[in-house]
């Protein structure tokens, strides 16, 4: 992939965690979460990326398996062995009311998300040494709607591009928790 300098600006175009497309602005990646299995036992999502052939899946970037009645369930990121979500990402503390959570990422690393309102952001994720990775920000209540659009975005630094399907798996686990309130 050639280097732009410019974070991947990933449209989330539904804003729901049942599935949504997210779409670089420059159109120079595309990830897809699907849900790929609901029954009374858990529900599946996959992670796919699309960007080479929209219509075509390969292999799944990452699988999430929540249990019954929104618990959660486990993870598999590429080809490593499934693991309880709650193992994978471990609670990292809580400031001021902000949810956080911390996990080790397939390059190694160790990655935090934590919760919070500021400005539109509703998600910040950082490196071990504080580093701004990657954010999710809502739309803006005062921003006009579109259609294809929820306007809430994932923004990706573009050096995380190797990681960047763990990044949404992860962000999709975060939001799963601040919604049933796990």
């Given amino acids: 992939m050639t280097s ?14 049942t599935g949504s ?17 609901r029954d009374a036992a858990h529900t599946a ?3 796919y990326d699309t960007s080479a052939r ?24 590429g080809a490593r062995d499934a693991v ?11 400031l001021g009311g902000q949810k956080s959570r911390k996990f080790r990422a397939a390059d190694g690393q160790e990655y935090r998300w934590t919760h ?3 400005g539109d952001e509703e998600w910040s994720c950082t490196n071990a040494s504080d580093y701004h990775v990657a954010s999710y920000c809502l739309k803006s209540p005062d921003e006009p709607k ?12 573009e050096s995380y591009s190797n990681i960047v399907g763990e990044l949404l798996a992860s ?5 799963h928790i601040a919604k049933y309130n796990l």
């Fill in 116 to 118: 919070q309102r500021k």
């Fill in 171 to 175: 962000l999709i686990i975060m939001r």
């Fill in 45 to 47: 999502y996959m992670v």
């Fill in 146 to 157: 579109y259609a294809g659009s929820s306007g809430c975005v994932l923004t990706v630094e």
């Fill in 21 to 37: 497309e997210f779409v670089d602005l420059y159109n120079r990646m595309r990830l897809s979460l699907r849900c790929t299995l």
């Fill in 4 to 17: 732009c300098g410019l974070p991947f600006f990933l449209e989330d175009q539904t804003g729901e965690l």
């Fill in 54 to 77: 929209p219509h075509a899946l390969g292999a799944p970037l990452a699988c999430l398996d929540f249990a019954a009645n929104h618990a959660l369930g486990t993870v598999k990121i």
């Fill in 84 to 94: 309880p979500m709650g193992e994978y990402l471990v609670k990292a503390g809580a």
